[in-house]
């Protein structure tokens, strides 16, 4: 169900997808950011890589399945800010589920960690998604990508999310982030594609910076 007030966004994926110059721009864009950014972070990732491990000896990484560009598989990576077996906790959890629609999310999430607390916080779990990045699986900016059985819910309308490469960071997470149901991320999403250019996403990623700095409603 489309939440109250929601306006459905009109998009044509196949004039989305023929913006070959910019796209072109992007990609440069992101290859010589996400390598510079994972080259000066690199002390940043040993501390926190340190203090994953020293509070339960568990692997600092975690890779999850998502769904990106034109529903094709890739695995995501992140800091690990849960219990090494949180996903095997997803069906018990359902129940508690805050976000109406195809998505999952728990504010006090009892699966998160101490550590995992304070960088899922300011976003630093995200970090190591640069990889992801720099292999072409995401964008430093676009929509954020889907667990697959999160997919297996959409619509045909919602599935317009994933003509574009999944991004880090988009205009959902520096405007309502969590605040906002499914419905309306998926609009905030479409909204995106349909006014994506350079100055457009470098306004986002200015906008991710205070978000890090001041978080709006991160869990």
């Not at 190591?128 to 676009?142: A, I, R, T, Y």
């Not at 990623?205 to 869990?219: D, E, M, R």
């Amino acid at each position: 169900m489309m939440a109250q007030g929601v306006k459905k966004v009109k998009l044509d994926p196949s004039k989305v997808n023929g913006r070959i110059g910019y796209r072109a721009v992007k990609r440069g864009f992101d290859i010589l950011s996400s390598g510079l950014a994972l080259i000066l972070l690199s002390p940043l990732f040993l501390i926190l890589i340190i203090l994953i491990k020293r509070e339960d000896g568990g692997p600092a990484f975690y890779s999850q399945e998502r769904i990106g560009k034109n529903e094709k598989t890739f695995k995501m990576w992140k800091f690990r800010s849960m219990i090494v077996n949180a996903d095997q906790m997803v069906e018990q959890l359902e129940e508690q589920n805050e976000i109406d629609g195809a998505m999952f999310k728990i504010k006090d999430d009892p699966r998160v960690t101490k550590i995992g607390h304070t960088i899922r916080k300011y976003s630093l779990d995200e970090l190591p998604q640069l990889w992801n990045v720099l292999k072409g699986d995401m964008s430093l900016v676009g929509p954020r990508p889907p667990l697959p059985m999160e997919v297996e819910d959409y619509t045909p309308y919602d599935k317009l999310r994933l003509t574009v490469t999944p991004g880090c960071t988009g205009l959902w997470q520096v405007t309502k982030r969590n605040d906002a149901d499914f419905d309306e991320m998926v609009e905030l999403d479409l909204e995106y594609i349909n006014k994506s250019s350079l100055w457009f996403d470098l306004n986002i990623l200015l906008k991710t910076v205070g978000v890090v700095i001041h978080p709006n409603s991160a869990y």
